[in-house]
């Protein structure tokens, strides 16, 4: 089941909090979610409202570069049986699921051509 939607916006690592309190002023919605992936040296931050859930990733354009081709993120609850689903519809998954620091991730891209990630979180690592 899809949880959340995010649009993902990529912003320089010095812009992570003036962005995030952008969305959250222009969206009346708040900060869902923050935390550091250092593997790939960026920050992120989710700032939620009912009307539109907004992804910051924020890092050096160097880091950004190979995250920018992906245009949305769906959080679900298990990604199993998305997966099941997606597959079925003849979407090609581009990377086996992986372990992020707030849960797990992989990416597929639709039959439209749309490169979508999904993700499942595991409440206890959500900062």
């Known amino acids: 089941m899809v949880l959340e939607t995010y649009t993902r916006v990529f912003v320089d690592a010095d812009a992570l909090d ?3 309190a952008f969305y ?3 969206l009346a919605g708040e900060e869902t979610l923050g935390f550091a992936y250092p593997e790939a040296h960026l920050q992120l931050a989710a700032v939620s ?6 992804l910051i990733i924020a890092g050096s354009a160097e880091a950004r570069r190979p995250f920018e081709a992906t245009r949305l993120t769906i959080k679900v609850d298990v990604l199993e049986p998305v997966l099941e689903m997606l597959a079925a519809a003849g979407a090609e998954q581009l990377e086996p699921v992986q372990p992020t620091p707030v849960g797990r ?11 979508v990630e999904y993700v499942d979180h595991t409440a ?4």
């Open 24 to 26: 959250r002023s222009l």
């Open 105 to 115: 991730k992989t990416r597929f891209k639709h039959v439209d051509g749309l490169i």
């Open 124 to 127: 206890s690592r959500i900062s």
């Open 18 to 20: 003036r962005t995030s």
């Open 49 to 54: 409202s009912p009307q539109l859930s907004v």
